[in-house]
């Protein structure tokens, strides 16, 4: 066999990378260039759309500031968290970089974050300025360390021309009349007894499943976060009902092996439950007649599932280039109505009302579900414990396990983690 | 005086090696040892000594559990089936017939291939709708040309396994045929004089013969099967439903998905000697006898 030794290689490496610690700690770049400009490393995962996007307001702020000069790197979200990781842990991490609301908690309780409160006080940000839930999900142990750039919400989407073919006057707002419109919406057109267009289709499992969670008043977690919810009779209703309705309903396929994503891009998915930022892509597809509003009421609580880009700068920073970055993080905020128009809600409430943005319609219908919206679980141990419950949707949803076998072991699974703690 | 001579010399020549593996191999593994006893997150400035927790927390981990036997299973996949071919391929290109250097360099080409390339050829093949295979298959019957692959927790083992076997078979191969080729013709003539059919003079006299490199094929084989990484990671990335959930990938995914490096590196350890205790039973086995 030609496998290569990977345990060996790996352990190498992992040996190697933690080996540097004492090799290099921070490169030693100069603070500030001989002609008194600052340089600041400016880190996302923005890999799409949205990266033109801020590549714009870079660009925007390196012409207004000729002192402070932006170099973005753009890494792919898939490996981007391990570089900021190992660049936090062994030097090289940027002076401004990127962390989703749910990756928050286990930068700043490891102590890998920068304070800013000061910073936002003299800059006049009061957290009655912003949307609360995201400014509050900036906070760890009531010492703020990073400031959200924006909100982003699920939404409905659903293709306007199949709904006018099929005589549907709009989208659904409740339980019953979404699972009706996608009964209507599902067809066996060329009559060869499989299913060619679907009413509806799980994307991203993991939004999803959060959706329908946070709608049946539950998480992955108890309120206090100390214990997994995955075992609660509402989780099991939550995800029953999404059972049902691939295996019930037939209004929705098994989602393993499916580009539900591409499928609705294509017409043959009616609906999908997607972010606010998917809104670039579709306006790409120009044959596609869609539109964005918010998501229907699946359970009895109103709630929905959404995230926040945090800026946030390392810990181990100069006051010059903490300044610079700050200078740079608060640019960011000041322009996240630029930002918007990449397929972002802001989170500063005088944009939200501003009439730009209410012309930015998908981005407008689905910030009406602001007031709901539920961020994951701000627990250190997110990363590890979101992996279980993935899993047992993915189980409950694609395989013939049981619904209630699949998250007894997530259950499990979860509180000894959060037990090791 | 010459013989003091000789071994400097070995030593001068070995030292070049012996430093590179001192670094680059012995002391990572050392080091690694020494992070295992340690509760390390690798944000973390304060790492406190634990001694064997992560050890016993692995053990007690049903993941970690489940993917060792995931693993074996992966190994008695590929193992016997993947030598056995090996070596038919091999007793097949020991034959004197025309074309052998062609068929000996197409069933090696797949061994060059990277772990990369591989997974893209196969994915391809195993795709469910548009897949080569599940085409054949469809014709043959058409209820196998829906075959999910890849995406059924019962198929993808399987799958993998099959996948693997084809990349390797062609590196114990040469091994295998270098073997045979060491095999006295003039035991085969002895064997045939006496009435020996073929099947009866590979059994009594090819193979007691190759059985140093059968133990070499088998142990490096169930080495490497037992650290199968990339195509787990890059196939089916574990699923559908952790069925292809390998120890290293899950090593892989305590050490940089949760950056959980003692832990890690404790499952490394734990790895190592399941392994190693396999490899001694397969000495005991396969060795052949002395005197």
């Known amino acids: 066999m030609a496998m290569k030794p990977c345990k060996i290689k790996l352990l190498s490496l992992l040996a190697a990378s933690v080996l540097s610690l004492g090799g290099c700690q921070q490169e030693s770049k100069p603070d500030v260039w001989p002609d008194g400009t600052v340089v600041i490393e400016f880190w996302n995962g923005f890999s799409g759309p949205d990266g033109a996007a801020m590549e714009a307001i870079v660009r925007k702020f390196n012409k207004e500031h000729p002192k402070i000069q932006v170099r973005m790197q753009i890494i792919p979200w898939g490996t981007y968290y391990d570089k900021v990781t190992l660049g936090l842990a062994f030097g090289g991490a940027p002076d401004v970089f990127v962390l989703h609301a749910n990756r928050f908690p286990e930068f700043a309780s490891h102590n890998a974050l920068s304070p800013i409160d000061s910073f936002a006080q003299n800059a006049g940000l009061r957290r009655e300025a912003f949307v609360e839930k995201a400014w509050d999900a900036g906070i760890w142990k009531g010492t703020q360390y990073a400031l959200p750039l924006d909100v982003h919400p699920l939404g409905l989407y659903y293709n306007k021309k199949l709904f006018t073919d099929a005589g549907i006057p709009g989208p659904p707002k409740t339980l019953e009349e979404f699972v009706d419109t996608a009964k209507r919406l599902t067809k066996d057109k060329d009559g060869d007894g499989k299913i060619d267009q679907w009413g509806f289709s799980f994307t991203w499992l993991h939004s999803n499943s959060y959706l329908f969670l946070n709608q049946f008043d539950t998480g992955l977690l108890t309120k206090d976060q100390k214990r997994s919810a995955l075992a609660s009779p509402q989780a099991l209703q939550a995800l029953d009902l999404m059972e049902e309705m691939i295996h019930k309903h037939k209004i929705a396929p098994t989602p393993e092996g499916n580009d539900a994503w591409m499928g609705f891009q294509t017409g043959k998915v009616a609906m999908a439950l997607e972010g606010v930022y998917m809104k670039t892509g579709l306006d790409k597809q120009k044959d596609l007649d869609y539109a964005g509003v918010a998501v229907p009421q699946f359970g009895p609580k109103q709630a929905v599932w959404a995230g926040s880009h945090m800026m946030s700068m390392p810990r181990k920073l100069s006051p010059r280039r903490q300044e610079a970055a700050w200078t740079f993080i608060k640019y960011l905020s000041d322009n996240s109505l630029t930002w918007a128009e990449g397929g972002q809600i802001p989170v500063r409430k005088q944009l939200l009302e501003s009439p730009e943005f209410r012309k930015m319609e998908v981005q407008f219908a689905m910030s009406k579900q602001i007031p709901y919206i539920e961020y994951e679980p701000a627990s250190v141990s997110y990363n590890q414990v979101a992996t279980y419950g993935d899993s047992a949707v993915e189980k409950c949803l694609n395989t013939n396990e049981s619904c209630l076998e699949a998250l007894k072991i997530a259950d499990r699974r979860i509180n000894t983690v959060l037990e090791r703690e | ?291």
């Not at chain 2, 030593?11 to 990572?28: C, D, H, M, R």
Request: aromatic letters at 16%; proline letters at 5%; charged letters at 10%.
């Open chain 2, 1 to 291: 005086m010459i013989r003091k001579r000789d071994g400097l010399a070995a030593a001068v020549f070995l030292l070049p090696y012996g430093i590179l593996f001192l670094i680059f191999v012995l002391s990572p593994v050392l080091y690694g040892f020494w992070i295992s006893l340690h509760k390390w997150h690798i944000l973390d400035t304060k790492i406190p000594f634990v001694g064997l927790e992560n050890y016993r927390n692995a053990v007690q981990d049903d993941l970690f559990v489940l993917s060792l036997v995931r693993t074996a299973l992966f190994v008695a996949l590929t193992v016997p089936l993947g030598n056995a071919i090996s070596l038919l391929f091999a007793v097949g290109l020991n034959q004197n017939f025309r074309g052998t250097t062609f068929y000996k360099v197409a069933f090696y080409l797949p061994v060059v291939l990277s772990v990369t390339v591989l997974v893209v050829l196969w994915r391809w093949l195993y795709s469910t709708e548009y897949g080569l295979l599940n085409y054949y298959l469809g014709r043959l019957t058409p209820a196998l040309g829906g075959t999910k692959w890849l995406n059924d927790p019962s198929y993808a083992m399987p799958a993998l396994a099959l996948m693997s076997i084809w990349w390797g078979a062609g590196g114990n191969m040469l091994i295998y045929l270098a073997a045979l080729k060491s095999v006295p013709r003039e035991l085969h003539e002895a064997a045939e004089l006496d009435g020996a059919l073929p099947l009866k003079r590979f059994w009594a006299v090819t193979l007691p013969i190759i059985k140093p490199a059968l133990l070499f094929c088998f142990v490096i084989s169930v080495i490497a099967s037992s650290q199968v990484f990339g195509q787990t990671l890059m196939l089916t990335n574990g699923g559908p439903a952790d069925s292809t959930l390998t120890v290293v990938l899950y090593m892989y995914r305590q050490g940089f998905g949760q950056y959980q490096l003692g832990y890690a590196s404790a499952v490394a350890y734990l790895l190592f000697l399941v392994v190693f205790a396999f490899t001694l039973v397969q000495f005991r086995v396969l060795m052949p006898k002395k005197g």
